[in-house]
């Protein structure tokens, strides 16, 4: 079975949220969250995908 999972960090690598991704789509509230910072996409223990994200 493959676990997928996300983890949010902030610019200085600070690990912010982490959790399972449960459905194809899934929601994060960003309304805390600082103005820039990094997900990191994981299945099991391999990396998937990094996205910059910057708010406006």
């Known amino acids: 079975m493959v676990l997928v ?4 960090f902030d610019l200085s690598g600070k690990l912010v949220e982490t959790r ?10 960003m309304d805390h969250l600082p103005a820039a910072y990094f997900l990191k996409v994981a299945n099991n223990t391999k990396e998937v995908k990094i996205f910059k994200i910057i708010k406006n």
Not at 20 to 29: A, D, F, G, L
Request: charged share 15%.
């Open 20 to 29: 399972k991704i449960t459905s194809p789509t899934e929601t994060i509230c």
């Open 5 to 8: 999972n996300f983890q949010l």
